[in-house]
């Protein structure tokens, strides 16, 4: 059975940073690539960053140089930081498993998300 789960998420100041975490059970690292999604509010599903098995990165451009996903292949999990918060980073943070990087509908599995709040 596939599980994914996040964690990490929370309230934080402008400037401010977060790691969230997402531990992948039933699947490999090495074949399937984990994308982390984000909804704000009243709007779509985007990816925010992309993490695939031989350690290839996408991130979308506006959290480039802020944000940094990786992995811990011996644990199974998927790390992404996110450094100087602003407000447009608000929202849940979905980890998300499929063949390749890309759209929301080509995931085959999905945590359930962690809240993320960026307010003064």
């Known amino acids: 059975q596939v599980q994914l789960v996040e964690s990490g998420g929370g309230s934080v100041e402008p400037g401010g940073s977060l790691r969230l975490s997402c531990a992948v059970s039933g699947l490999s690292l090495n074949i399937y690539a984990i994308s982390w999604f984000r909804q704000a509010p009243g709007k779509g599903r985007e990816t925010a960053a992309c993490?695939?098995?031989?350690?290839?990165?996408y991130y979308r451009d506006s959290v480039k140089g802020r944000f940094t996903v990786s992995t811990d292949n011996a644990n199974n999990t998927v790390w992404l930081q996110m450094n100087s918060l602003k407000p447009d980073d608000t929202g849940v943070y979905f980890c998300?498993?499929?063949?390749?990087?890309?759209?929301?509908?080509?995931?085959?599995?999905w945590g359930k998300g962690t809240l993320v709040i960026v307010s003064s």
């Open positions: 998300a498993a499929g063949i390749l990087c890309g759209a929301a509908g080509g995931m085959d599995y």
């Open positions: 993490i695939m098995g031989e350690g290839v990165t």
